[in-house]
């Protein structure tokens, strides 16, 4: 062995060590790429599910509606004017005449008071129910990104 | 050779490098292209669809909450015919639920067309409006048949028998829970119109927008990525409406009013009433009606066009002497006459050379103000009003109303023109003939807000059917509003003692144990072609109780009775409905009310 090739050797890395780190390199470029496409691959699950769910709470939700509705017109058909004097009779109700009543006098009674079953307020519910970064996937986000800056550039109005 | 490997890997590495960059810059160029673009908007044009969303209509409750006019949930039944595999089995089931013709059905399937764009229709409407009972009846069918379907042995080219392809999508149908009750003042939607469906007649049209609600233009899209906020936002349903109409009193006024119409043979009943200090309208009776749930069924109800569709607000009429209760009340505020003011009745009074005779022709003698009112003296009131003088006489009906519409808060209401002096269709008679409600026409609304006048201190109130509007949760009220005082209280007073006296002294039919009413009876002759008609006359009654402090004001109007006079037939109307009226109030009978307030 010549002084030239010791010294070479003195700085050049034994070959199974480059390749051991090749090798360690191409691992991290992979597993970071297996990553990037988990991630990827999840944002976008995530958000096809968050906005089935809302699809179906929706639907869900004007059901139960629809349903509220029809049972109040139901309740109010059966406790309809003419069915309450109908089943009256049939029980043996007869109409009172003013005669036949006993007034009673009640201090501080103001009478009969209206109940009106009107639907409450909408609720007041926050504007946005999913948040931004469930909406799209990373890919589309970085092309509308990219878009809008070369929209930009250009002086594209919105 | 690891020189050259080592090239390898930088070539390689440099190419792919290249190739990404160079994807990467033509998806760039691509997303910017004008062409990919309309590609791009083309897709989401096929993803997502716009379409206007109409909020639930609001609802129509009673005074006191009773629903009158609701929502029901309903549904259409589609098939994807492309799904379908047994049309004869869905024919068939349809046939037997919901009472169709199995052709008609079998052939849609069969044979669905092609829509306006020439394409082949692949999604058929087989039936609408389809209850929820029915659709339970047709999934319990499926589930059977689903069942049998697993125990079938079929060969391959076989098919069990089975609803596949068939849907239903769900709709809101309007829908009146108390039928015919109220119906000409709820009007009616006439939902078979789909999105031209719009309120007709009544409270449905003239509150339509406000039923309605606001339409709302949303983007439906299949990409659960484009869900946003928008399509998840709750569109508010139209405005509820709370009436002034008691539904109870409602029931009874109209069957009171189709008891009246059988007994006394009139062509139709009307029954109005009120409370005078406020303009509320309690109920409003009218025959004939018609179930809005079955609104097609309209020209059978009413086959006569003319005929109008809510009698109380959609006609007038010459109202004769319940007239005279305006007259007298003119009279009286301006201090023309006094209760106890003499007349003598000799039979006639001549006015602008024409004679006025009293009802049955006879010279009635002495009379007091009083004595005329309760005796109804056609020549008495002409000569009042003929002291008052046309100018006097015309300025005071003008303040009461006539001559206008009342505002009321319904579609359709009318009124006839009030002829005054100097227009040119009067002659001086029409003063004589007015005071006792000829030659004069009001609708039934109108007599009976202007009378309610006398009932309520003098005060004239606008008549309202809407006391409160509740949209998306806010309240708001419709206050009662005084559109003018066209005699003073003290007038108000005085006549409504005369009008109770003379009912007391005529032992009336109108009168009510126990409650202490005024009113006037109403017999009048109907305008024809040539004249007026020998042989059939208008009866009504009007009154008020009790007299101490009015609660209610009531209008009975029976159109050509059998029986010829008002007090023969309308007064007993007046009377049952009182007697109903106070239960229904809970109205003590006056004995009771003085000794609550002597305590």
């Known amino acids: 062995m010549t002084i030239k090739n010791r010294l070479k050797q003195a700085y050049k890395q034994a070959p199974w060590r480059l390749h051991t780190q090749k090798g360690v390199l191409f691992l991290i470029a992979a597993i970071l790429g297996a990553s990037i496409l988990w991630i990827m691959v999840t944002v976008s699950v995530e958000a096809s599910s968050a906005g089935l769910e809302i699809q179906y709470l929706n639907r869900l939700r004007d059901e139960y509606e629809r349903g509220n509705a029809s049972k109040v017109t139901e309740i109010a058909r059966l406790s309809s004017a003419a069915r309450l004097a109908e089943r009256a009779k049939e029980l043996g109700f007869v109409r009172a005449t003013s005669s036949q009543i006993s007034y009673v006098y009640v201090d501080g009674y103001t009478g009969r008071i209206a109940k009106i079953t009107a639907q409450p307020p909408g609720a007041d519910l926050p504007p946005v129910l999913i948040r931004p970064e469930y909406t799209v996937s990373l890919s589309e986000w970085l092309m509308k990104e990219i878009v809008k800056l070369n929209e930009q550039s250009l002086g594209v109005s919105p | ?599």
Request: a negative charge.
């Open chain 2, 1 to 599: 050779m690891k020189q050259i490997t080592f090239f390898r890997f930088r070539f390689i590495g440099g190419a792919l490098t290249l190739a990404g960059l160079f994807v990467f810059i033509w998806m760039i160029r691509l997303l910017n292209n004008e062409q990919a673009r309309e590609l791009v908007l083309e897709g989401q044009s096929i993803q997502t669809s716009t379409e206007i969303v109409m909020p639930v209509r609001g609802s129509i409750y009673d005074t006191w909450g009773h629903l009158l006019a609701g929502n029901v949930e309903v549904y259409d039944i589609y098939a994807e015919v492309r799904n379908v595999s047994d049309a004869d089995t869905i024919a068939a089931t349809l046939a037997s639920v919901l009472g169709v013709k199995q052709s008609d059905i079998r052939n849609k399937l069969l044979d669905p067309g092609v829509n306006e764009d020439g394409h082949k229709i692949v999604d058929v409407k087989l039936a609408e409006f389809v209850t929820s009972e029915q659709r339970e009846q047709i999934l319990a069918i499926k589930k059977e048949l689903t069942k049998e379907a697993e125990t079938l042995r079929l060969r391959k080219d076989e098919v069990a028998p089975n609803l596949d392809g068939m849907r239903f999508e769900p709709l809101m149908l309007r829908t009146y829970p108390e039928g015919m009750l109220g119906s000409n003042i709820i009007g009616f939607y006439n939902f078979k119109q789909r999105e031209l469906a719009t309120g007709v007649y009544g409270l449905e049209e003239k509150y339509n927008r406000l039923l309605m609600g606001t339409p709302i233009q949303r983007e439906f899209t299949s990409d659960p990525h484009l869900m946003n906020e928008a399509q998840s936002e709750q569109i508010p349903p139209g405005a509820d409406l709370i009436l002034t109409i008691d539904r109870d009193i409602q029931s009874m006024a109209e069957r009171v009013a189709d008891e009246a119409l059988k007994s006394s043979g009139s062509e139709s009943v009307t029954i109005l009433i009120m409370d005078p200090e406020t303009g509320d309208i309690l109920a409003m009776a009218v025959t004939p009606r018609m179930d809005p749930n079955e609104y097609w069924e309209l020209a059978e109800v009413f086959p006569d066009p003319t005929t109008p569709y809510n009698r109380a607000v959609e006609i007038t009429f010459e109202p004769g002497s319940i007239f005279k209760v305006l007259t007298m009340a003119a009279a009286l505020d301006s201090g023309t006459v006094e209760p106890e003011t003499d007349f003598l009745d000799t039979g006639v009074y001549y006015i602008g050379g024409v004679g006025v005779h009293n009802w049955d022709y006879g010279a009635w003698g002495p009379q007091t103000m009083t004595t005329c009112m309760q005796h109804s003296l056609n020549v008495c009131l002409a000569w009042v009003a003929d002291q008052m003088g046309p100018t006097l006489f015309y300025n005071y009906l003008e303040k009461f109303g006539i001559g206008h519409t009342t505002g009321v808060d319904l579609a359709g209401e009318v009124s006839s023109p009030l002829l005054v002096q100097g227009d040119k269709d009067w002659y001086p008679i029409n003063l004589g003939t007015n005071s006792y409600g000829q030659g004069v026409a009001v609708s039934p609304l109108q007599i009976t807000s202007a009378i309610a006048a006398v009932a309520n201190d003098g005060k004239l109130m606008m008549p309202r059917v809407l006391k409160t509007v509740i949209d998306d949760g806010e309240e708001y009220s419709n206050p009662p509003q005084v559109i003018g005082t066209p005699i003073s209280a003290e007038t108000a007073h005085t006549l409504t003692d005369m009008l109770h006296v003379s009912l007391k002294e005529e032992s009336s039919d109108a009168l009510v144990d126990g409650y202490s009413v005024a009113g006037k009876t109403g017999t009048a002759s109907i305008p024809g072609p040539g004249g007026y008609l020998s042989n059939a006359t208008n009866a009504s009654f009007i009154g008020w109780g009790p007299v101490d402090d009015p609660k209610f004001i009531v209008f009975v109007w029976l159109e050509e009775p059998a029986g010829e006079w008002g007090s023969v037939v309308a007064a007993p109307v007046f009377s049952q409905v009182v007697s109903e009226l106070v239960v229904l109030m809970d109205l003590p009978p006056d004995h009771i009310r003085e000794q609550v307030a002597g305590n």
